[in-house]
């Protein structure tokens, strides 16, 4: 849970694991230690904004789809600003990253750009012309829920073979040890993934994000197939 400091002040960047195992409370909590510490160092008072998976129902008030589960359906902007005595902003973070990349970042330029996450999960934002299309639910890059093999591994989202239980870091340990590790392929000292497991992953990148773009374009009706001409896939820089 990275927080950046303002521009103003000397660089400086925090991070802690999001203690998931033991729940709302302590997640809330280890955010406000994070607060309070990058404010001492910096020695005067944060403005505090979150990008986190999921986002904030605009019925309800409280956050819906995270992965971090324990925090769905719980009102954690309210909770959060009581905690810290302040304002809080909190927005998807596949749509905040997509968003800083299309107004100055790799997007700067381009009318059209969809911002893509692959990490501990799958996600994505799409921004028009650098304005960011959000759509009712909020989640209108999210490609990370859809359905890649519909016999594939359940997803905790209630589906199966969603494009996150292969695409994301733990899907592609679980792909590794199905197929790479125990074809004996493993690469040379220092690769971190076998050659089976990464073809397998490339190709399956390739294959849902062929599928992404193609719904965004019936949804929005813009042509977007500039995007998939652009892909380099054997290439991809992956994270893992
Ligand atoms: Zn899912």
Request: net charge neutral; charged share 20%.
């Amino acid at each position: 849970m990275p927080v950046r400091r303002q521009e103003a002040y000397p660089a400086d960047l925090a991070r802690r694991p999001t203690p998931q195992a033991e729940g709302y409370d302590a997640i809330l909590a280890n955010i406000h230690d994070l607060v309070r510490d990058l404010e001492r160092r910096a020695n005067t008072p944060c403005r505090v904004g979150i990008g986190t998976p999921g986002a904030i129902s605009s019925r309800t008030g409280c956050l819906k789809n995270s992965n971090t589960v324990s925090l769905n359906g719980r009102p954690v902007k309210q909770d959060l600003e009581q905690l810290l005595a302040r304002d809080v902003r909190i927005a998807n973070d596949a749509n905040c990253f997509a968003l800083s990349e299309a107004i100055d970042g790799a997007g700067k330029g381009y009318g059209v750009v969809f911002g893509v996450i692959l990490g501990t999960g799958v996600g994505g934002g799409i921004v028009f012309h650098g304005r960011l299309h959000e759509g009712l639910q909020h989640i209108a890059g999210e490609w990370g829920h859809n359905v890649l093999e519909p016999d594939g591994p359940p997803c905790y989202c209630g589906k199966r073979g969603c494009v996150e239980t292969f695409l994301s870091g733990p899907g592609l340990v679980n792909d590794y040890l199905a197929h790479g590790a125990a074809q004996g392929r493993a690469s040379a000292a220092g690769d971190r993934m076998s050659e089976a497991a990464k073809e397998v992953l490339e190709d399956l990148v390739a294959a849902a994000m062929n599928d992404a773009v193609r719904k965004a374009e019936q949804t929005t009706q813009q042509k977007m197939s500039g995007l998939t001409a652009g892909l380099n896939i054997p290439g991809l820089n992956l994270p893992f």
